[in-house]
């Protein structure tokens, strides 16, 4: 499976932390929110990476009621697919947990069934990749969600923490990063007047510090 890099140059006067999040305008999924992906503290003319797989998972963790600004720290999370592991079950009984894996159609969506015994305002469930959360919404009871990816990435800087829930002010400060074909490093660099530049090509840098979402995520 390929793996895909992002390097942050950091060549602003400040020290920040740097994050990676996902957007998806063909989610459609109602209450969906996203999750700050990869979080790296990164000091002036110094950069970090994060390195990732397109491995698919579930997850869900008990956060209260999903708002911005709530951490999502996942309690369980179960690799997943789009073909044959894409079907799971949430349910609670005193604790939240899933079912096994199932099949579900069609194919190219993860779908997820919540049963009668969910309560109200007290976990989240979704979907995550490479090891970390992505997207979220409120558990629900009876509620079945659908998520069919396709996503974009975006990075920010500011202060953020692995698995926050962003909110529309911290996402429309992204800037995008796409990857053409065949390119698997893209580096984004913040200059001297904090703004992005996205590129496949490296800068000069003095030093690096290094991380990846299965090393930077706690769980």
Sequence with gaps: MSQYSIVFNNQSQNDWTFCCFQQDEDLKVSGVMSLAWFTKRCDTNSSCTFTWSIDYSFVWAETGTLTPGVTFAASQTIPADLKSNNLITLDYD??????????????????????????????????????????????????????????TYYVAFGEFQQGEVLDEQQMTLGAKVEFEPNVYVMYATLDAGNRWNIS??????AKDKSGSARKSLAI
């Design 200 to 205: 496949a090509t490296p800068p000069a840098l």
């Design 94 to 151: 005193g604790a939240f947990h899933f079912g096994t894996l199932g099949t579900g159609t069609p194919q190219g969506s993860l779908y997820i069934e919540q049963t009668n015994n969910i309560p109200p305002n007290k976990g989240a469930v979704g979907i995550g990749m490479s090891h970390a959360g992505t997207f979220v919404v409120q558990a629900q009871s009876n509620i079945d969600v659908t998520f069919t990816p396709h996503p």
